[in-house]
C-alpha cells in the first residue's frame, strides 16, 4: 500500500469524497462538511488500514525465513496482548489518581470543618498527591496470592521516592470510611509492594519537585540526565504525618 498522495490513492480518495458528498445531499446528513474536512478524515483512516496491513505482513524470523500464516497471527495476537496490558495499567494509574485526590480533598474538608488536630498532615497529603500527578503513579500487575485472593502488585519506580506510608494511609482511609466514599465501580483489590516486584519501565516524570525523587537515583545521573529532568524550581518541603 503507497501513501495517500500517490496518484493512483489519491484518484480514489478523490472518488470516495464524490460519493460520500452526494450521498450526504441525497440522503440529507444532518452534519455536511467541506470538501477539506472530509478529505482529511478518509486519508486518516486510510493511514489507519495501512498500518494495520503493513503489521499483518509476514515478518523475518531469527532464522531468516518469513513467517508463517500462524508465526504471523501468533505475532500480532502477542502485540494486541501489549496493548490491550498498557492500557489497562493506564486506566488503574488514572483511576488511582482520582480516589486518592478524591479522598484527601474530602479529608481535608471535613477536618476543616470539624477542626481537627491533623488537617496539616492531610493537606500536606493531598498536596503531595496533587504534584506527583495521574503520570507519578505507579504501575500494576494483576495475580493471585495464596491461589485465592486476586492482587495488585505494584511495580517498583527507580526514580520514584519511597512514599509506600503516606500512600497507604489515603488507600485504607477510603476503605475505612465508606459512610464518605460511597462505593463506585469494582471493588479495591489488595495492593502488594515489596522489592522483588517488577520494576516499571516508564521513564521518570519530568518537572517534578527535587524532593519526590529517589536521593540514590537522581545522585547517579550525569548533567545531561539531570537537566532533562527540568526539575521544578519550587521546593516540596517534607513532613514526618502523623494522622487519626
Known sequence: MHSPSSLWNGAIIDSVLQELQTRCRDENWPIHRSDTNLRALIVD????????????????????????????????????????????????????????????????????????????????LKDLITSLGEHGMSSEESGVENEVEAVLRVKNLPWHRSIERELDLIDLQRLLDGDIFAPQGARPLRRIRAPGNPASARPAVKGLPIALYDRSWIAELSQRQLEALHIADVPFPWMKIAVS
Open 45 to 124: 483512516r486510510y493511514r489507519r488500514l495501512r498500518t494495520v496491513w503493513r503489521k499483518a505482513q509476514p515478518k523475518l524470523t531469527e532464522k531468516g525465513t518469513l513467517e508463517t500464516p500462524a508465526e504471523t497471527e501468533t505475532r500480532l495476537v502477542a502485540e494486541r496482548e501489549t496493548v490491550l496490558k498498557a492500557n489497562r495499567q493506564t486506566t488503574r494509574r488514572h483511576n488511582k489518581y482520582y480516589w486518592r485526590t478524591a479522598v484527601v480533598k474530602n479529608l481535608v474538608k471535613l477536618k476543616t470543618e470539624e477542626k481537627e488536630d491533623d488537617v496539616d498532615a492531610w493537606k500536606w
